[in-house]
C-alpha cells in the first residue's frame, strides 16, 4: 500500500507558476514510479507527466516545455513544477504512484488558472 497526498494547487493567473507535491508513504518511495494526472470539469482523467525509478521522464504533449516533474527519494516527495500555466491547465491533479503491487492514487490538488 501507498499513501499519497498532493499539496500546491490553488489559484493563478495565465502565466503564473505553482508547484505541486506529492507525499509518499507506505512503501519504499524509490521502487515507485510515479506520474501525474489531471481531471477537468467534464472530462476524463488524462496524464500528465511521469517519471521512472531512474529518474527517466516523459510528459503529454499538452505541457511539454512547460511542466517539469522531479522526485526527491530521500523526501519521498514527486514534484510538478508548472510555469506558463493557461485557463485549460484548470483541473484536479492527482499523484499516481505504481509498483509491484499496482497503482495507487492520491485525493487530488485543485488548481485553477483565471484571471
Known amino acids: 500500500q501507498v499513501q499519497l497526498v498532493e499539496s500546491g494547487g490553488g489559484l493563478v493567473q495565465p502565466g503564473g507558476s505553482l508547484r505541486l507535491s506529492c507525499a509518499a508513504s507506505g512503501s519504499i518511495f524509490s521502487r515507485n514510479a510515479m506520474g501525474w494526472y489531471r481531471q477537468a470539469p467534464g472530462k476524463e482523467r488524462e496524464w500528465v507527466a511521469s517519471?521512472?525509478?531512474?529518474?527517466?521522464?516523459n510528459y503529454a504533449d499538452s505541457v511539454k516545455g512547460r511542466f517539469t516533474i522531479s522526485r526527491d527519494n530521500a523526501k519521498n516527495t514527486v514534484y510538478l513544477q508548472m510555469n506558463s500555466l493557461q485557463p485549460e491547465d484548470t483541473a484536479v491533479y492527482y499523484c499516481?504512484?505504481?509498483?509491484?503491487?499496482?497503482?495507487?492514487w492520491g485525493q487530488g490538488t485543485q488548481v485553477t488558472v483565471s484571471s
Open positions: 517519471i521512472t525509478t531512474y529518474g527517466l521522464t
Open positions: 499516481r504512484a505504481n509498483n509491484a503491487m499496482g497503482n495507487f
